[in-house]
């Protein structure tokens, strides 16, 4: 069993992905991607802004958060470099380093939308102007540079704008928080990072004064300035009463008891409140955060992981709300969920929380990038009629960094160790050095998942070691087969996980085979969309046709759950695995009138084809269903 601290990860200059999935995508972004994202970051001007701070002059382009995207992207080239070094990328990162530092103001503070355009309203607008949003982002990128790649450079400017942050705000200062949560989780990782715990107490107010009466944002409304600044205010009204949900400013948070409001913004929220109970073992706050869990992953997830069905508030609605082609289920947002669901698995050791993150990661979050790593999904819809395709930025371009240094830090969910134990959360291939028991030790894990189910991990220590190995069952999964040479007793079976514990000897093996084949999944009926329809599931993926596969359009198609589902390698789409079926269509109408009798119609049989959700419109615009018709 893990011990009451955080299960951590490992630092990423510690272990290198070694498996053909993961590794590919880590190159791609390594060759091709990140630096298409830096000349993005140059023809937008969102660099030249920090210049033009720098010197005082010229003016701010472009979105007022436009300094995060900087921010993150910094971040995911440090992950990608720490085990894909690009001399390229790395002068592309040493100069987005050198123009974020000069930027930078004596007082510690940066934000180049306001150095440029509003150099007297600084922190007058917290609740949409997102401040301190950016702020944590480049908090997060700092830490990110120092621990993979221990470059001090983003983590000095990190700490001066910490310390700017306590100068102002706080217990008996400036009572304040901001509209989009971020800054609370980043400084929680910067006290990790540099053992001050000055940040981690700004944060734990931040994150208890939310949703507290009167609300610091309803002030800013009696503020004409702060208004002039953005019109989004009204989101966090209903009618002319104040609410909040949109901001998780409804009610303090060991209130909550359901995911309300924007999707991203409550993932971050809870992610630092996640920590904060860990760390303070608090129960209470605990048993908020899981009521919320609970609310999110029993009624208003869909089966992607993906989260958030509205596009007018960039989030939830109510329950069983789960609507397949108005989906907007945005990448960050299942980022965030996988973010969350990783911080209350290192908290708990508890495999339902690992299972909804890989769900989260290899559908909801992947679909969101192109198999080239150059083009991106805002929305991520389980329907499409031909009109949704990737594209290469976006105006608001939160996402495209956002999936990279998921991808990039990938293995930090993959693998989580303490004092004693290994926990094998996603059966990844890698090489890692840590220690147990205070002993160094080698691991090296192969793996071709998620195409494949076996799974070995390799266990090297100096001297022998006596500790504990875990290794998830996927709630998914009928079977683990497992083979430990050596093992002096059964292997126990703990919170989802095959618990082994034995001396572990140079070069001693531990392999596992997760059976994988396919599973057809049906919704809740009160998921209005998807009453009569059924999804198709292998392994941790989720399924969905594309009509490039088949004769006509999906949306036509209807299955038979009981027949023969064909498992094909293919060389397509970067090397997929296809499930192939007999389906029937709709395959026109023997009148021509527009409306006919039932019998009119014309049916024919076929053969289906489906492929990974993740990697579909990776050949063009498309009409594409996820939820088919049951027969």
Request: proline content about 5%; overall charge negative; aromatic content about 10%.
């Amino acid at each position: 069993m893990p011990s009451s601290r955080f299960l951590r990860s490992l630092p990423l200059k510690q272990i290198k992905v070694t498996d053909p999935f993961w590794s590919r995508w880590q190159s791609a972004l390594s060759t091709k991607g990140l630096s298409a994202q830096y000349r993005k970051l140059v023809e937008t001007n969102r660099l030249r802004n920090f210049e033009n701070a720098a010197n005082q002059s010229g003016e701010f382009d472009g979105l007022y958060f436009n300094d995060s995207d900087v921010y993150k992207w910094a971040e995911a080239a440090a992950y990608t470099l720490a085990n894909h070094p690009n001399p390229q990328l790395q002068s592309e990162l040493d100069h987005a380093i050198s123009l974020i530092q000069s930027a930078q103001e004596p007082s510690g503070y940066i934000n180049t939308f306001f150095q440029l355009k509003h150099p007297d309203l600084k922190w007058r607008n917290l609740s949409m102007l997102h401040e301190m949003y950016c702020g944590g982002h480049l908090l997060e990128a700092g830490v990110a540079l120092y621990e993979s790649l221990n470059d001090r450079r983003l983590l000095e400017v990190s700490i001066k704008f910490a310390d700017h942050l306590l100068d102002l705000f706080g217990p008996e200062k400036r009572r304040a928080y901001c509209g989009h949560e971020e800054i609370e989780l980043a400084l929680l990782r910067l006290a990790h990072a540099t053992g001050e715990s000055k940040y981690a107490t700004l944060a734990r107010w931040m994150v208890e004064e939310r949703g507290q009466r009167p609300s610091v944002f309803e002030a800013e409304k009696a503020d004409p300035e702060a208004q002039t600044l953005s019109g989004a205010y009204n989101l966090l009204f209903k009618g002319d009463q104040y609410s909040g949900e949109y901001a998780q400013d409804h009610a303090p948070i060991r209130e909550h008891t359901e995911v309300v409001g924007h999707a991203v913004r409550a993932m971050y929220l809870y992610i630092a409140a996640a920590e904060i109970a860990g760390e303070d073992q608090d129960a209470d706050l605990r048993a908020a955060i899981e009521k919320c869990w609970d609310n999110l992953t029993k009624s208003r997830m869909y089966v992607t992981g993906g989260i958030g069905p509205s596009a007018s508030n960039e989030g939830f609605t109510t329950d069983y709300d789960l609507p397949n082609l108005s989906a907007y289920a945005e990448t960050c947002a299942a980022v965030g969920l996988a973010m969350w669901a990783q911080k209350l698995l290192a908290l708990t050791g508890n495999s339902e929380y690992a299972d909804i993150m890989e769900r989260a990661i290899y559908n909801g979050a992947l679909s969101g990038i192109s198999l080239d790593t150059e083009k991106y999904f805002y929305a991520n819809p389980l329907e499409s009629r031909g009109s949704h395709e990737r594209t290469p930025w976006f105006t608001c371009a939160c996402c495209p960094p956002n999936i990279a240094r998921l991808i990039g830090s990938i293995s930090n969910y993959a693998l989580t160790v303490d004092e004693k134990s290994l926990n094998i959360h996603l059966p990844i291939g890698f090489e890692a050095t840590t220690t147990l028991d205070g002993i160094k030790t080698t691991l090296t894990a192969e793996s071709n998942y998620p195409w494949s189910g076996e799974f070995k991990l390799t266990i090297t220590p100096e001297k022998p070691v006596k500790a504990t190995l875990r290794f998830r069952i996927p709630d998914w999964a009928d079977d683990v087969n497992t083979d430990i040479p050596g093992l002096e007793s059964e292997a126990e079976y703990h919170d989802g996980y095959i618990v082994i514990e034995k001396l572990w000897k140079p070069g001693d093996t531990a392999k596992f085979e997760i059976e994988l084949k396919p599973k057809w999944i049906a919704a809740d009926p009160r998921v209005m969309d998807n009453l009569g329809r059924v999804a198709l599931s292998y392994g941790p993926l989720i399924y969905t046709a594309e009509e490039h596969d088949n004769k006509v359009a999906p949306q036509r198609l209807a299955v038979d759950v009981e027949a023969e589902i064909e498992i094909q390698k293919e060389k397509m789409l970067e090397g997929i695995t296809t499930l192939s079926l007999p389906i029937v269509y709709e395959a026109g109408y023997l009148s021509d009138q527009l409306y006919s009798e039932p019998d009119s119609v014309d049916y024919n049989e076929g053969t289906g084809k489906f492929i990974p959700y993740y990697a579909w419109n990776n050949r063009g615009r498309t009409n594409m269903q996820l939820w088919v018709r049951r027969l």
